[in-house]
């Protein structure tokens, strides 16, 4: 049975977890995808990167995800902003997701958002 308190991983593209965003609170529940450029088997921390930004992804959570760097991940979790301003993401769920084309995702990202912004305007009139 599912938790009353587990809310769906909203899809982010890392460049806009800034701390302006609406989407940079404690605790959010985000969907982050990037290239993994490490991984610490230690700490069973992933650090992903899109662009030239980069997110730490707290992997203990996990099972049966093999990394690889350079591959393309998904990861849905909590966002963790810590006392020194380190961001990591929690996860919950991670995968693989090599073969996606990582720039067609985030323009359907962009084009579902303005879909869901007038579709919520429409609802208001």
């Given at each position: 049975?599912?938790?009353?308190g587990?809310?769906?991983?909203v899809?982010?593209i890392?460049?806009?977890?800034?701390?302006?965003?609406?989407m940079f609170k404690?605790g959010?529940?985000?969907?982050?995808t990037?290239?993994?450029q490490?991984?610490d088997?230690?700490?069973?921390?992933?650090v992903?990167?899109?662009g030239?930004v980069?997110?730490?992804i707290d992997?203990?959570?996990?099972r049966?995800?093999?990394f690889?760097?350079?591959?393309a991940?998904?990861?849905?979790?909590?966002?963790?902003?810590r006392e020194?301003n380190?961001?990591?993401?929690?996860?919950?769920i991670?995968r693989?997701?090599?073969?996606?084309?990582l720039n067609?995702?985030?323009?359907s990202?962009?084009?579902?958002?303005?879909?869901?912004e007038k579709?919520?305007?429409?609802?208001r009139?």
């Open positions: 049975m599912a938790s009353a587990l809310k769906p991983g899809p982010v890392l460049r806009e977890l800034e701390p302006s965003s609406e404690q959010a529940s985000l969907r982050v990037g290239t993994l490490s991984y088997v230690d700490s069973a921390t992933a992903i990167q899109d030239s980069s997110l730490k992997t203990q959570n996990l049966d995800v093999s690889r760097t350079n591959s991940y998904q990861f849905i979790g909590e966002l963790l902003i020194d380190e961001v990591i993401l929690q996860a919950r991670g693989n997701v090599d073969g996606l084309d067609l995702y985030q323009q990202l962009l084009i579902r958002r303005q879909y869901e579709l919520r305007s429409t609802r009139t």
